[in-house]
């Protein structure tokens, strides 16, 4: 399994939320998307998304789709996208899907 993870900025913790809410059901449907996780630090104006993917193809794959989504789900609440980087899951501990809400 692969990870996308990126790091965001906001002045508008709410309207990141509402942007990521808007794209998941997309991300579902992209080729080799797992499940993902998005994390908002409201009183900080950080957030972090991490999206777990089958494989390394995948998530390769899904590179130019997974960048139109994460820019239409930053648009509406003008948050700056700081990295997106790659990562090989090596090793997790409990159920990977536990966190779902």
């Known amino acids: 399994m692969h ?3 990126s790091t965001y900025q906001t002045d508008d913790p709410e309207g990141l939320i509402e ?5 998941s059901s997309d991300l579902e ?4 998307f797992s499940h993902g996780y998005f994390l ?4 900080g104006g950080k ?11 995948a998530l390769l794959a899904s590179k ?3 960048d ?14 700081d990295s997106v980087d790659h990562y090989e899951i090596s090793h997790w501990v409990g ?3 536990a966190l779902r809400v």
């Open 47 to 57: 957030a972090l998304s991490i999206t777990i993917w089958e494989s390394e193809d």
């Open 3 to 5: 990870a996308r993870v």
């Open 95 to 97: 159920s990977p899907t």
């Open 19 to 23: 942007g990521f809410k808007s794209v």
């Open 29 to 32: 449907q992209v080729d080799g």
């Open 68 to 81: 139109e989504l994460r820019e239409r789900g930053t648009e509406a609440s003008d948050t700056s996208i």
């Open 40 to 43: 908002v630090d409201k009183d």
């Open 64 to 66: 130019s789709k997974a």
